[in-house]
């Protein structure tokens, strides 16, 4: 610093007012550029349903309770849906700051889930100008829940089915952030020939941040294959809700359409309908446990 | 280094998992099954009761998840028959059952129509 000052003091007198710019050029070269990662682009590792750019940094546990209840127009005498209900809990830990992994079992069709969640870029200025973040999450699903048919030969494999998903995130300002998310979801056993194995869709979520601890959030998926020739109807998942954050948790409170919590459950699989009034309330809760301390904050 | 062992064991897992990937439906998996649909001995215990315990009696065994609808007893099922043929069925007007798991199929709801068409007998 009072090398610094001796430079700029000694400049000064030299070049007198034509300095300005020699000037700068010197302040710019005696600090090097830092790296300003991007950091909250949402608030939790879901958006709604779907998954967020966000990921668990090292050595942090989060544990998730989610419900999604019955369809508000199942009346009142079934208090709106709220007399059933459907859960989700999920373990997921951040193996390095850049690798998160997730366990989970959803009581819609008894389906267990695992996933992993890859960070690649992260958006940044300064020394390095990234403008998006992205990650790549891919999961397997499960389904426990006993065949239909006990005498046939079933299949272990006819119970699994694939996602891979590619998350693109951009942290447009403090309050705006958005992200596409290309998907492919692939089922080995599918009811009908008509039914296609494999599900293609583009998700796309935002978040608005209203308040330090409130944000809302929307979240969308397309499916690209054609819906009509399913052995069922489905129809692409759009839910709507807020983010609450409150000290160590964070509250997820939304409508969607969505019955299912798991990428393989809710696309390909939304067998509701909004202008039919098929729409679940839901919320997610999140409590995130430090299980490795650092010296200080990790840089994730 | 540690970082390059962490991804490869990464992909190697999931790699393992990925390998029993399969384009299988049930159509063409279980030919012989599909074929057959039994609509000459439907019977309450023998077809009806199968049905409602694979796909319906996960949610609608008690109160507070099968949306007040119980199908434990031949009684309950008797008194939803009409609502169960049009939910099943999947129409307009009634809430498409079973929720979020796929339509019955179509054999199922032949055999609930050949039922309720033969007077709902408890046989």
């Known amino acids: ?300 | 280094m540690k970082r390059i062992l962490i991804s490869l064991s990464a992909i190697a897992i999931f790699s393992l998992i990925f390998v029993s990937c399969y384009y299988d439906n049930e159509e063409a998996l279980y030919p012989a099954l599909n074929n057959t649909c039994d609509t000459t001995n439907v019977t309450y215990s023998g077809t009806i009761v199968p049905i409602l315990n694979n796909s319906c009696l996960t949610c609608h065994s008690k109160a507070s998840t099968g949306g007040s609808i119980l199908l434990n007893t031949y009684d309950e099922v008797v008194a939803s028959a009409p609502r169960l043929t049009g939910s099943i069925k999947q129409l307009s007007g009634y809430s498409p059952m079973p929720k979020n798991g796929g339509k019955l199929k179509s054999c199922s709801i032949a055999q609930w129509d050949i039922w309720v068409r033969k007077g709902m007998l408890n046989d």
Not at chain 1, 7 to 31: K, Y
Not at chain 1, 68 to 75: M, P, V
Not at chain 1, 140 to 157: E, I
């Open chain 1, 1 to 300: 610093m009072k090398r610094l000052s001796l430079i700029l003091f000694l400049s000064l007198i030299s070049l007198g007012i034509f300095a300005q710019d020699d000037l700068m050029n010197l302040v710019n070269q005696s600090t090097p550029k830092e790296i300003n990662y991007t950091t909250a682009t949402f608030k939790s590792t879901r958006i709604m349903n779907g998954h967020s750019i966000e990921r668990m940094p090292h050595g942090q546990l989060d544990v998730r309770i989610s419900h999604r209840f019955g369809t508000l127009n199942s009346g009142g005498y079934n208090f709106f849906g709220l007399d059933q209900s459907n859960i989700h809990l999920g373990l997921e830990y951040g193996i390095t700051n850049w690798l998160m992994v997730g366990v989970g079992r959803s009581e819609f069709e008894k389906t267990f889930d695992g996933f992993a969640k890859f960070s690649i870029l992260r958006q940044s200025t300064g020394a390095k100008n990234m403008p998006v973040s992205v990650s790549v999450l891919t999961s397997v699903a499960l389904k426990t829940l006993k065949f239909t048919d006990q005498t046939r030969t079933n299949y272990f494999t006819s119970r699994l089915a694939y996602v891979g998903q590619i998350l693109v995130a951009r942290k447009i300002n403090e309050a705006f952030s958005v992200q596409l998310t290309p998907s492919y979801v692939h089922r080995n056993l599918v009811a009908t020939e008509l039914d296609p194995n494999d599900i293609f869709a583009l998700g796309a979520g935002a978040r608005v941040k209203l308040t330090k601890r409130v944000s809302l959030n929307g979240e969308y998926y397309y499916i690209a294959n054609p819906k009509t020739y399913l052995s069922q109807q489905v129809y692409n998942p759009l839910s709507v809700g807020f983010d609450i954050e409150t000290g160590g948790h964070v509250f997820q409170l939304f409508f969607t359409n969505s019955l299912g919590m798991t990428e393989k459950q809710f696309i390909g699989g939304t067998t509701g309908q909004w202008k039919k009034g098929d729409i679940h309330f839901g919320f997610n809760i999140s409590r995130v446990f430090t299980l490795v301390k650092h010296q200080k904050p990790a840089n994730y």
